[in-house]
């Protein structure tokens, strides 16, 4: 299973009743850092959630992007 940065930011804005106050995006390819960036800016408003970008060599059941996000309830 292959995943990209592409819908995860909708979906996290989507399925969560909360402001992203804090993102870490564990990336296998910091190549699709620009990507990220996309997606940050089409689906958050400014002033957008404080954000890390990490290359690792592995992630669980073979996807290529995981994220962990700190939120706050509305």
Known sequence: MSSSPKG???RLTVVVPAVSVKITVF?????????L???MARHF?????????VQVSALPRGTDVEIDAILVRR
């Open 45 to 53: 408003n400014p002033p957008y959630p404080a954000r890390a970008a």
């Open 8 to 10: 995860w930011a909708r």
């Open 27 to 35: 990336l296998q390819d910091l190549g699709r850092f620009g990507e």
């Open 37 to 39: 960036n996309e997606e």
